[in-house]
């Protein structure tokens, strides 16, 4: 069965700091999406950033990376010049062949002024 | 374009008691999908419809009906409430079953005493 592993339950960076949220996820598949949410206390699911894992290039929104490392099943999330307004928790997700949603842990990241 | 409405937003129920929880999008979606989220866990599917008329059970099913008679309504039926049932329910819709893209509704805390 496909997992998602989030080894980090909490976090706390100061503002301005680079903070990195690990995601490890196991599949036989050799096509599928990865994905990382965002669910501040309003606790509205919000979409930070996809990559397709036929792209060897790792995507990248705004101040949101990813460092996707296919062979080794790793898919984490970089924030630079983090923002009071990133507080949150994120959550890692993995989609399969029959595009359904399977979700890790989530980690509690707190950026502190 | 109001997206995926859930209602209530809040809810709160006696052990056997019923309720439906309703989700509605204005997108023409044909993919709906219903998950609970725990504590210390990522979210988990309950049913899903890939189309009016169409439903089908995911990883925790039991104690839930839905059904879809109309391309814009997934209601979440809890027959008989129990404890553990105490969770927030997100409803989610995609273009197509086969499409990457979700689009989440605000969820709604459901706590069963």
């Known amino acids: 069965a496909q997992t998602v592993t989030q080894s980090q339950p909490e976090m706390s960076v100061q503002e301005a700091e680079t903070v990195t949220l690990s995601c490890t996820y196991d599949t036989s598949e050799n096509n599928y999406y990865l994905f990382w949410y965002k669910q501040p206390p309003s606790r509205q699911m919000i979409l930070v950033i996809r990559q397709e894992a036929y792209k060897q290039q790792n995507a990248t929104e705004n101040r949101f990376s990813v460092n996707f490392q296919k062979a080794a099943k790793s898919f984490s999330l970089k924030i630079s010049d983090s923002q009071l307004g990133d507080t949150a928790m994120y959550f890692c997700a993995f989609m399969d062949s029959n595009y359904q949603l399977i979700w890790g842990a989530g980690t509690k990241l707190i950026i502190k002024p | 374009n109001a997206g995926v409405t859930q209602t209530p937003k809040f809810q709160v129920l006696k052990t056997g008691q019923s309720m439906t929880l309703q989700c509605a999008q204005d997108?023409?979606?044909?993919?709906m999908s219903w998950y609970r989220q725990d504590p210390g866990m990522g979210l988990r599917l309950i049913h899903y419809?890939?189309?009016?008329?169409?439903?089908d059970q995911g990883e925790v099913p039991n104690g839930y009906n839905v059904s879809r008679s109309t391309t814009e309504d997934f209601p979440l039926r809890l027959l008989s409430a129990a404890p553990s049932q105490t969770s927030v329910y997100f409803c989610a819709s995609s273009y197509s079953w086969n499409y990457y893209g979700y689009t989440f509704g605000s969820g709604t805390r459901l706590t069963v005493v």
């Open positions: 997108m023409n979606h044909e993919y």
């Open positions: 419809s890939v189309g009016a008329g169409i439903t």
